[in-house]
């Protein structure tokens, strides 16, 4: 081979790949390992050479001298799995996007060549560095998945809006046409009018010219496959223009709308049914979809939730291939097409010598759908997209020619209901509480009910009749604001045993809305949790590919009914999942191994804010605040001292006079600064109004509060002594002598502090949750210290800002006054090193990362010998030389990398030698060699995935984590160092023998 020869062996070495760290040859038997590829490694013409995966997602496929590229470049993108696909010639090394095909050059789109294959060395894929790079050129919107539901779309209102179709029989024309599109694309013969053969696209778009041979056509598929699909039951609307529009999509020429068509391109035989599953998201309509508050369920929690419950299922019951599974709000039917797939692989992995081509077999896929598979939605056309979307998963487990003799089950008004859930009187009661369901899975509706008398939703009636039913418990049935999803959580109970448990996602403000703490105690007391996966943190991202996105707060429950059993000695796993590079791009879940928790339903239910600490927080945390609970409250200040406390005037219908009122003037909650009140007040003219208030909180001094919060979840407060009215989006705080002025003070210094950032986190419903929003209730609930100093430094802020009035404001100084204000704090609630150090970390990058904003500080790297990391360092450092007292010497060795840093605490027993810090430039390849042969082979798992590495050697213990500040911060080291003391102690290591 010439010195210009690029071969893939050389190329993988280069990037550091090896089959340790995640490389997979396509000869190998762990190929069968990696996920959903299989279409490509079983075709010749698309088989690579090699895979580059992260667990058991492939994330770049190597090529060397493809026969045919452009077929491959179509399948890798229809595959819709793969982000990078490399292929090498005998002098060239090109780097493709998996993710954007070019139709005008039927070509994947080219990002790199050689010069850039340093771009994707082991270390740079792992750590995000690599896709933080391309995350432009790796845009959703260029995927197979957006595209197609793109074209859909665009069919559909052509249909709906210029054709004048109802939505029903528009969906059920598309659907049709799919279907004969994958029948087409798979290679199916079919009979129509002659000998059996296979068809191509322009052949079906010949009949779509004919109206009456379409429906001939349509009638011929349903004699040959039987089944429940997509039926129309007046198609006396559907005229040459209609089905000049589903030719035009099909034929992948411009639409009328003038969107470009790729059905072309498209090929149904690789596309995973999982997709065009989710075409349900387009038929509902966004109207409707607004009504009944229904959204598409992205795939990646799809298949998260059934590897937690079916698969793991199966890994216990390994002889068994049935699992009964039901959808009460089955959509398109994505949940259940999911478990299907499990359940037939899991039969073939038991017979593997069955032939797949009998009739038997044929039989056993629709025994396996008919006894398995359930699903309930109140739309037709959803029940219509998850019966095809079974059907289509059934066909994909077979041959074309078996196909040609397959006959579809029929599953409507058997397995699949169109109705509401909560009809008790429908037939599918009777029919589904026969079967013993192993698993409820779904993502039901989180719309807010409402209604009276007949109109009221029967949700509702539900929820009422079963608190009539179930008598007079300590702890009545209930739900909060009417929210539908509470009442799905617990109408599952009705068709579960006690060997049932469900998994629903709804909205995480279900854990913690102020309203909800009733339903929380009647569902923590009936229920047992098993686990809490919470998305909140991620909620702009969860539903960011949706055509129309939902930004609402989402958390999966796993759970079970109790039966009457005790509950409040369950425990449960809380998992939280946090901003990283790899969700946003890959939905793969970053689990940090501070973000998982276990703790007891009992405590959830004394403590019910501790749902809100568990999903920012961790135990250092809960024992902050609870000591704070040790403290009065404002609110509890505000009583004592009987100051008025009020919100402003409210508009509505109600004709209140203003009365004397009208001779003051408006003060807007714009002029509301941080300790400052602008005098700009406007004309007020109203002469009613819907709520007055309390008229004395208009006048004289007092303390005027916003609503929201600021960027850093402050209050914004201020000392106003301006006779004005203000609206209900401000209250006022007034004392009742002067003398108590310092009180105000001091609640707006505390309010405009750091400690209350971290404590609205971490105590209140909605920040970081949904809005960056506080109630009262909350706000006054933060400890009140009367510690003359806070005043101090209260007034000092003020007097500052009170000269930008003049143009003397000097920016310098207020950072330096409200950097004082929160030592002053701090030392008024007597706040310790710990104490301290959560609040840091919490305003430095908790809050910056949730509201993604100032986020400069959230990925920065530590430099070498960097006094950063000196405060994680001397954690350990005190902790064991307070243990040791000067008679062993504690060695702690950094070895610093561009990627990775490593620390190890080595204990000597020469009391002659000093403690000492030592730092070490490494190279990224030696550190890595170092953590496999410390036994740690799956670094990509462990190390980046889970974030840290960490052990014990015989004369030493050491900690591995990413080059990243926000990991080594020194909260962190507090609890880094209690897990380590924590197995030193179950490992009856003692200071003498570490």
Known sequence: MGKNMASIKSIHNKLGLNKSNGLVLSEDKDIALVRKIDKIINNPLTKPHSVFCMGDKPFILFYEKPKDRNGLFKAVWNLNEIPIVIIVEDTTVDIYNGFEYLKTESSLALISNSNGLSDFEYLKLVTGDT?????????????????????????????????????????????????????????????????????????????????????????????????????????????????????????????????????????????????ISNVYELFIGHEEQATSGAYYTPLFLVEYIVSQTVTKYFEINKTDYNCKVLDPACGSGIFLVETLRVLIEKFNALNPNILKDSDKYREILRKISEDNIYGIDKDKSAVSVAIFSVYLTLLDYQSPRDIENFRFPKLYGKNFFSADFFDTNHEFNAVLKKSEFKYILGNPPWKRGGGDGERKPLFEKYIKQRKISEGHPIIPICISNNEIAQAFLLRVSDFSTPSTNASLIVTSKTLYNINAQSFRKYFLTNYLVDKIFELSPVRREVFNKSNDPAIAPAVIIFYKYAFGTETNVNYLDHYSVKPNRFFSLFNLFVINRTDIKKVSQNLLLSKDWLWKTLLYGHYLDYNFLLRLEGYQTIDERILEKKFLKGQGFQNGSDKNPVGDLAKLKLLSP????????????????????????????????????????????????????????????????????????????????????????????????SPGVEREQAFNEEKFSFPFSDLIEITGVVQEIEEDLALHKNGMFRENQQNVLRRKLNLTVYEALHLSNIEKALVDFTTKYTIPSILQKNCGELYKTIQFKDEYLEAYINVFYSKFSNIFNNKKSFNIEVWHTSHV?????????????????????????DLLKLIISLGHDKISDKLFIQKDVRGFEKDYFYIFKPNERKVWHKALAYLDLNDFMDAILKTGKTHESI
Request: one cysteine or more.
């Open 131 to 275: 896709w933080e790079k391309y995350a432009s050129n790796l845009n959703y919107k260029n995927r197979v998945d957006f595209k197609l539901l793109e074209n859909i779309k665009a069919a559909r209102e052509i249909l709906i809006n210029d054709c004048n179709i109802d939505d029903h029989t528009a969906n059920a024309l598309l659907g049709k046409s799919i279907f004969v599109r994958y029948l087409i694309d798979r290679n199916v013969r079919i009979g129509y009018k002659s000998d059996p053969k296979e068809w191509t696209t322009a052949e079906y778009c010949e009949i779509l010219s004919d109206k009456q041979a379409t429906f001939d056509f349509f009638s011929y598929l349903q004699q040959q496959f039987n089944g429940d699909l997509f039926q129309i039951e007046d198609s006396s609307t559907i005229g040459p223009l209609a089905l000049n529009t589903v030719r035009d999509l099909l034929l992948g020429v411009t639409l009328q709308s003038g969107q470009l068509s790729l059905f072309d391109v498209f090929d149904f035989s690789i596309i995973p049914v999982e997709f």
């Open 670 to 765: 714009d002029c509301i600064q941080p300790f400052f009140v602008r005098n700009d007040l406007q004309p007020f003219k109203d002469k009613h109004l819907h709520r007055i208030r309390e008229k004395q909180l208009y006048y004289g001094i007092r303390l005027l509060i916003k609503k929201g919060l600021t960027n850093e979840l402050k209050s914004v407060a201020a000392i106003c002594d301006i006779d004005c009215l203000y609206k209900d989006s401000v209250t006022g705080v007034k004392a009742n002598v002067k003398e108590d002025l310092s009180d105000l003070r001091n609640i707006s210094g505390l309010m405009q502090s750091d400690l209350f950032s971290y404590y609205a986190i971490h105590k209140f419903s």
């Open 901 to 925: 840093i490593g620390i190890f605490f080595r204990v000597d027993s020469l009391q002659s030698q000093k403690s000492s810090v030592e730092w070490l430039n490494k190279a990224n390849d």
